[in-house]
Nanobody
Framework: QVRLVDSGGGLVQAGGSLRLSCAAS????????MGWFRQAPGKEREFVAA????????FYADSVKGRFTISRDNAKNTVALQMNSLKPEDTAVYYC??????????????????WGQGTQVTVSS
């Protein structure tokens, strides 16, 4: 498993931006896919975005496509989620996650074997 520490959440008005970051331990960071998920109160955890180990492929939920951008810096073992044009419905706890079984991005929650502790994002209307 990989140790993940995510950060960068906060309170922002609708239409604003936030950038989430996730730092990973280990020396094989560039070999596995990374993803971001979120969980709103009373709802199940849902997929937001994923990126391949090489950064060549990304994958987004329809609800965030065109507004959010996932990226990674393999030299620094970090992955980021740039969130623009935020909406109140984006309010949730956001988690970064690692799928160490593959370098290919995917949206299947059960594939991800390591998780960050979560960071709260609140978007006010």
């Amino acid at each position: 498993q990989v140790r993940l520490v995510d950060s960068g959440g906060g309170l922002v008005q609708a239409g604003g931006s936030l950038r989430l970051s996730c730092a990973a331990s280990g020396r094989t960071f560039n070999t596995y896919a990374m993803g971001w998920f979120r969980q709103a109160p009373g709802k199940e955890r849902e997929f937001v975005a994923a990126i391949s180990g090489s950064s060549s492929n990304t994958f987004y939920a329809d609800s965030v496509k065109g507004r959010f951008t996932i990226s990674r810096d393999n030299a620094k073992n970090t992955v980021a989620l740039q969130m623009n044009s935020l909406k109140p419905e984006d309010t949730a706890v956001y988690y970064c996650a690692a799928d160490t079984s593959t370098g290919w991005p995917n949206r299947v929650i059960s594939n991800y074997d390591s998780w960050g502790q979560g960071t709260q994002v609140t978007v006010s209307s």
